[in-house]
Nanobody
């Protein structure tokens, strides 16, 4: 089992930055890929970014490319999502998820999810 807890959300003006953190418990954290997703009110949850177990490979949604950076520190069982040049359309509840099995980095199936952290970007 992996417990996942997100933090770092908040209210920021358009053009600003936030860094989200994802703290995970469990010995398997460093073995599997990790992803960030988001869900805006009235919309379906969407993929934002993913990082391989080693941190050596990353994958981004088009909306995140060039603005967001996903990283991880396996020694601390923590991952991060640095978000720059934020836009009002980035407003959403952001979730961190950990995969529980080996898969290609672009796969969307994740097994362990946090409760989310709210990001609100004002115009």
């Amino acid at each position: 089992q992996v417990q996942v807890v997100e933090s770092g959300g908040g209210l920021v003006q358009a053009g600003g930055s936030l860094r989200l953190s994802c703290a995970a418990s469990g010995r398997t954290f460093s073995r599997y890929d990790l992803g960030w997703f988001r869900q805006a009110p009235g919309k379906e949850r969407e993929f934002v970014a993913a990082i391989s177990w080693s941190g050596g490979n990353t994958y981004y949604a088009d909306s995140a490319k060039g603005r967001f950076t996903i990283t991880r520190d396996n020694a601390k069982n923590t991952a991060y999502l640095q978000m720059n040049s934020l836009k009002p359309e980035d407003t959403a509840l952001y979730y961190c998820a950990v995969r529980g099995e080996i898969a290609v980095l672009t796969a969307m199936k994740y097994d362990y999810w946090g409760q989310g952290t709210q990001v609100t970007v004002s115009s």
